[in-house]
T-cell receptor, first 113, second 110 residues
Framework: NAGVTQTPKFRVLKTGQSMTLLCAQD?????MYWYRQDPGMGLRLIHY???????AKGEVPDGYNVSRLKKQNFLLGLESAAPSQTSVYFC????????????FGQGTRLTVV | QQPVQSPQAVILREGEDAVINCSSS?????VHWYRQKHGEAPVFLMI?????EQKGHEKISASFNEKKQQSSLYLTASQLSYSGTYFC???????????FGTGTRLTVIP
């Protein structure tokens, strides 16, 4: 099993450009999450989804949009990238039952210049 | 909504013990603990549910005090492989999301 796969692993964007990060999981998990990780700030929740067709805002949703059209995929979009969005992005998934282990992807390192 | 972790960083010699704390201002349903090596994804260690239980994983154990909304991770007889950043993750009562703390960087030296 691949688990949670993020695409791409690295990307450099110019300010104002747009892009989409893809998260795919093959564990039939209901819940999926997008986090960003910055030095000294830990993992901060951007958006999350509790099932196909649903999304909700986390702690730091501004500047990002998400979609969960298929259960196995959770997309994170940046419509107009800003240098403040330079970060490492992690996707995670958990089963529907509460208090389950979260499985993380390997991360996407995004630099906005 | 992020839980608060302390200390931010700690350096240990092999064989020494450490405690990492995690606290929240919200009512918690559970607390997760993860370890992240540099350049890698976080890896699950354990989950504690409300009820004050204590769990163990080799020489790493944790407790959860639901009345105080606090959890502590105990690392005993530390090994070089314990080095990394430790994160607590919290699930609030009545919520479906998972928030992580700012992390504690643990360095074990020979």
């Amino acid at each position: 099993n691949a688990g949670v796969t993020q695409t791409p692993k690295f990307r450099v964007l110019k300010t104002g450009q747009s892009m989409t990060l893809l998260c795919a999981q093959d564990m039939n998990h209901e819940y999926m999450y997008w986090y960003r990780q910055d030095p000294g700030m830990g993992l901060r929740l951007i958006h999350y989804s509790v099932g196909e067709g649903t999304t909700a805002k986390g702690e730091v949703p501004d500047g990002y949009n998400v979609s969960r059209l298929k259960k196995q995929n959770f997309l994170l979009g940046l419509e107009s990238a800003a240098p403040s969005q330079t970060s490492v992005y992690f996707c995670a998934s958990t089963p529907a039952r509460r208090s389950s282990e979260a499985f993380f992807g390997q991360g996407t390192r995004l630099t906005v210049v | 909504q992020q839980p608060v972790q302390s200390p931010q960083a700690v350096i240990l010699r092999e064989g020494e013990d450490a405690v990492i704390n995690c606290s929240s201002s919200k009512a918690l349903y559970s607390v997760h603990w993860y370890r992240q090596k540099h350049g890698e994804a976080p890896v699950f260690l354990m989950i504690l549910l409300k009820g004050g239980e204590q769990k163990g994983h080799e020489k790493i154990s944790a407790s959860f005090n639901e009345k105080k909304q606090q959890s502590s991770l105990y690392l005993t007889a530390s090994q070089l492989s314990y080095s990394g950043t430790y994160f607590c993750g919290t699930e609030r009562t009545g919520a479906n999301n998972l928030f992580f703390g700012t992390g504690t960087r643990l360095t074990v030296i020979p």
